[in-house]
């Protein structure tokens, strides 16, 4: 036992001795880690481009107009107002009931230019990092709108899964509607665009889809509308119809049925209602699913026609005659209605789509992808033989359910 | 001010990488690495004025551009 | 003896080929801009034209075992010739450590830290490098399991949050290249990320003579084509035809991640593997530089003073330098550092590099050299009896 201890004394003096032997390199090790460490502090929070929080303004909307000024342009940033924000439901508090957001715009060459300008009269530096829709004025999508696409995609800070849209009238009024249920304009349009699901007639557009679309060549990038309407003296904003782009401008308006066609066609309709005239009143049909394949087929004279095949199912949501619309007859003859509503929508879209000849549905890019060696042929002349192509509907219609009633409820109809 | 910092480096390299040769007597090692550490602080100080040092791969890029004609167009 | 050898095991060496070229996968879409939606086959013909250098330099190695490239170059062709030759490869190893720290630094600074300047990010990340080597390469090469495991999975992350904005008939209509695209796009590929495993030639004496060395890159090489072609094509069918007009595909696909409004902002994750990725790459760069340098300086024929009373022995000496990092770590980080600087001016100089001259500068040293070399060898017959005598 003492011997063992006296070993290991032994060792630990041993390592002691050689340790201190050693100590003047350990300190200028230790003294080079040290100086490391503060390196490391000083570098990995990365103080240099910190960005504080209360030093931010937060942008969530960005609308672009046309200048007063030749070649100018006028930028409106929605900065959202943090302490007006958080004080929910109840108006005591530190919040004066004022707006939760402030609007920042400016006049100058270029978007940049009016970003910079805008620092000279806000504390706070823009942060577009949290930009949820883009608006463009009709009258600057009529000119040009690729200088707007160019800094919004080429920026580090902004993202290409922003909201997309062309206002009727000034871009600015839109982000000062009237909301109610949210407290933010663009936070308001957003959603909104968002909710679109549901009725099928409104393209959802991110700047990475019109990008592409405006790479392409041969598409027609398209991107929604937005309208404000007056109701008792207040203004609130509404989507309405479709912007058709070419060669980088503005060049014509689809509207609601012709919006929902286009939908049918590159398989973005999801949900929808139809209201259909029967002999007996109307019905109104919900459309459930709706899938749709568009491919380019070649006949045997070499030409090429798109086939469009739309699968539809729908439920009967509403019967407002007497009759009972479960019996088989009936399905059918709705099911025919529903068919031809459809077709309707598609060929409205489509005839609108030829007197533009604005290639809205991606034919071009459908026949680039199956036959390239014909693509290569007719793209030189796309615009002449965009409104040539024939497209072929085959509508599939299906009605799943009837809902909650097998019959309506009719006055006397329990007998 | 980069003058300062790139000097303090270099104290800083030599003080970690000396002791263990010096103690060793590896002189020729010392030697070469003084030739070394030179070249490189010769360097440094020229960044930390701000002079224009020229890229050899910039160099190598024309040469092979021009020269030896090998090179891939740019898309 | 013999155990001490083999400080990296061949499954070590195989990750850390895939993390080495993951770094380049990750960073860089020069070729998507030449061949876009074909690009994702690129990486398979890239691949293969890899094999034949890849023979090589497993020929060069088989008949040498234990020994590395610079080791091989005395033995080829003398002390004095191949020490030139040695200076190339110790050239072109710098140039890649200081091209892509600054590509590291471009996109940081780029990025994530605009306001930042360039010198401060690649500093502290060549301090990371340094940390690396002092503490000895194999540490590294241990992590490389862990290291493969975080990019896989980030990608795989990234790309099942990503499938519900995919689009799958962007890479239709297939292989509609021109002859010209396909070579380059298959050169810039085997010759920038994939060739770049040249560099492994330094490190793979680590495995101990008896094993061998081919299987295990090969391996690697692979797994980073099939992680290529699978980045390639998540991007093509992400962005669409805008993945030819981005500047950084993978890293634009990333941000376009948005799941319920929650899922968003993935491209931190992107930057911290970027991060890593590039460490081990630039580490293992420097690695090479350093171990070349050192065995050049110190040579056989004045060997260094050494406390191991055994050790002159080439052997025991090659260990120490893999041991004990040599004192040239630091000098060369700092002379990387300001190489990075003044490599390129810009962005765009770096891009024009990329997609023009580096296929063939990187080709000339890692086929054409090796490839004299190994020809040399099989004509004066240097075998293994002689490398024992040498």
Not at chain 1, 57 to 82: H, R
Request: glycine letters at 8%; proline letters at 4%; aromatic letters at 8%.
């Amino acid at each position: 036992m003492k011997k063992q201890a006296v070993k290991t004394g032994g060792r630990v003096l041993r390592a002691l001795s050689v340790s201190f032997s050693q100590k003047c390199r350990k300190g200028a090790r230790r003294a080079g880690v040290f100086l490391l460490c503060i390196l490391l502090i000083l570098c990995l929070c990365s103080c240099w481009s910190q960005r504080e929080l209360n030093t931010l303004a937060i942008v969530l909307g960005t609308t672009l107009d046309v200048g007063d000024q030749p070649d100018t342009l006028t930028l409106t940033a929605q900065v959202v107002k943090a302490s007006e924000l958080g004080s929910g439901t109840t108006t005591k508090g530190n919040s004066s009931g004022g707006k939760a957001y402030v609007n920042v715009s400016y006049t100058d060459n270029s978007v940049l230019a009016a970003v910079r300008e805008l620092t000279r009269m806000q504390n706070r530096r823009l942060y577009f990092a949290h930009n949820e829709v883009l608006i463009f004025s009709g009258e600057l999508a009529k000119k040009d709108i690729a200088e707007g696409l160019d800094v919004f995609m080429r920026d580090y800070e902004t993202r290409m899964n922003v909201n997309l849209l062309i206002s009727k009238g000034k871009a600015s009024e839109i982000l000062d509607e009237n909301v109610e249920l949210e407290k933010i304009p663009a936070i308001h349009i957003s959603r909104l665009m968002g909710n679109q699901k549901s009725n099928s007639e409104t393209v959802v557009v991110t700047l990475r889809d019109f990008a592409i679309a405006t790479l392409s060549g041969s598409s027609a990038p398209v991107a929604p509308m937005v309208e404000l309407y007056e109701s008792d003296g207040k203004k609130y904003a509404k989507l309405e119809g479709t912007a058709v782009f070419k060669k980088g401008k503005m060049i014509g308006e689809l509207n609601k049925e012709q919006t929902r066609g286009i939908l049918w066609v590159t398989n973005k309709a999801q949900s929808g209602e139809k209201t259909v005239d029967t002999p007996w009143g109307q019905v109104t049909l919900e459309v459930l699913h709706s899938s749709s394949d568009l491919k380019p087929v070649k006949g045997e004279d070499g030409t090429i026609r798109m086939k469009l095949t739309i699968d539809v199912e729908g439920a009967i949501q509403g019967n407002e005659t007497t009759e009972n619309m479960s019996i088989p007859e009936n399905v059918a003859m709705l099911k025919g209605k529903m068919k031809n509503d459809v077709r309707s929508d598609v060929e409205g879209a489509l005839v609108q789509a030829r007197t533009l000849s604005a290639d809205v549905f991606g034919f071009g890019e459908a026949i680039h992808r199956e036959y390239p060696e014909e693509w290569e042929k007719m793209k030189g002349n796309w615009d002449q033989e965009f409104p040539k192509i024939g497209m072929d509907v085959q509508i599939n219609a299906e009605l799943s359910s009837e809902g909650g009633l097998v019959k309506p409820v009719t006055p006397g109809g329990a007998q | 001010m980069n003058l300062l910092l790139v000097i303090i480096v270099f104290i800083g390299i030599a003080l970690l990488d000396l002791p263990d040769m010096i103690k060793n007597k590896r002189w020729r090692d010392l030697a070469i690495y003084s030739v070394i550490f030179l070249l490189v602080f010769v360097l440094g100080t020229l960044m930390a004025f701000d002079v224009k040092v020229p890229s050899p791969i910039k160099a190598i890029q024309a040469f092979y551009q021009n020269v030896l004609h090998l090179s891939f167009k740019a898309s | 003896m013999k155990l001490e050898k083999g400080s990296i095991s061949p499954k070590e060496l195989m990750f850390s080929v895939f993390c080495f070229m993951q770094g380049t996968v990750l960073r860089s879409g020069f070729i998507i801009s030449v061949t876009r939606q074909d690009s994702w086959a690129m990486a398979i013909t890239g691949f293969l034209l890899t094999l034949p250098i890849l023979a090589v330099y497993t020929g060069l190695l088989r008949r040498f075992p234990g020994k590395n490239l610079i080791e091989i170059d005395d033995i080829v062709f003398g002390p004095v010739f191949g020490k030139i030759l040695s200076a190339f490869y110790l050239f072109f190893f710098v140039s890649l450590a200081a091209l892509n720290t600054r590509d590291l630094g471009n996109f940081v600074a780029g990025y994530m830290m605009p306001e930042t300047p360039i010198a401060a990010v690649t500093l502290i990340f060549l301090v990371g490098c340094a940390y690396t080597l002092r503490k000895g390469i194999e540490n590294l090469m241990h992590l490389s399991v862990l290291f493969s495991i975080i990019a896989m999975g980030a990608l795989a992350v990234n790309s099942i949050l990503l499938l519900k904005d995919v689009q799958p008939e962007f890479l239709r209509p297939f292989f509609q290249l021109k002859f010209s695209e396909f070579v380059q796009g298959t050169v810039s590929v085997a010759a920038v990320p994939m060739g770049e495993i040249l560099a492994f030639t330094m490190i793979t004496p680590m495995l101990g003579k008896d094993k061998k060395v081919g299987k295990p890159l090969l391996l690697g090489l692979a797994l980073s084509a099939t992680s290529m072609a699978l980045v390639i094509i998540r991007d093509i069918i992400t962005l669409g035809p805008l993945v030819a007009i981005v500047s950084l595909p993978s890293f634009e696909s990333m941000r376009y991640v948005s799941l319920a409004g929650i899922l968003t902002r993935m491209e931190s994750i992107y930057a911290v593997v970027l991060v890593i990725l590039f460490l081990f790459k630039v580490s293992i760069l420097l690695y090479a530089f350093v171990l070349g340098l050192t065995q050049m300086l110190s040579g056989k024929s004045s060997p260094r003073i050494n406390p191991d009373p055994a050790g002159q022995s080439y052997e025991a000496e090659q260990r120490r330098g893999r041991r004990s990092a040599p004192p040239l770590v630091l000098i060369s980080v700092a002379f990387v550092f300001f190489y990075s600087l003044f490599v390129f001016e810009s962005v765009m100089e770096n891009m024009n590099w990329g997609a023009t001259t580096a296929p063939f500068f990187s080709l000339t040293f890692e086929f054409l050299l090796p490839a004299v070399s190994l020809l040399v060898v099989c004509l004066r017959k240097i075998d293994k009896a002689q490398e024992v005598r040498a």
